[in-house]
């Protein structure tokens, strides 16, 4: 059974850090591509970031280059976002995503900026 499940979020000041995980079961991690997606209500769902199987190429949306950071531990068949500098606009669902010949995603994680 594929799983994949996000922890970490939650509600944080404006110019604070947040340490995103998503745990991945019942496939083969380490041949997927694996990004980090966000939703915010009343908006598309938009990629944030994406990393290759391994962990050798990045990508961030401009929104959030120079502040969020992208990795992957196949070990650990583990993805990470570290968020810093997080702003009002980063607060969204926070969903992880597995891709390659299937695409498989979570349930997500709330995170809120907020003072």
């Known amino acids: 059974q594929v799983r994949l499940v996000e922890s970490g979020g939650g509600l944080v000041q404006p110019g604070g850090s947040l340490r995103l995980s998503c745990a991945a079961s019942?496939?083969?991690?380490?041949?997927?591509?694996m990004s980090w997606y966000r939703q915010a209500p009343g908006k598309e769902r938009e990629l944030v970031a994406s990393?290759?199987?391994?962990?050798?190429?990045?990508n961030y949306a401009d929104s959030v280059k120079g502040r969020f950071t992208i990795s992957r531990d196949n070990a650990k068949n583990s993805v990470y976002l570290e968020m810093n500098s997080l702003q009002a606009e980063d607060t969204a669902v926070y969903l992880c995503?597995?891709?390659?010949?299937?695409?498989?995603w979570g349930q997500g994680t709330q995170v809120t900026v907020s003072s």
């Open positions: 990393i290759t199987r391994d962990g050798g190429t990045t």
């Open positions: 019942g496939f083969t991690f380490s041949i997927y591509r």
């Open positions: 995503n597995a891709l390659r010949t299937a695409s498989f």
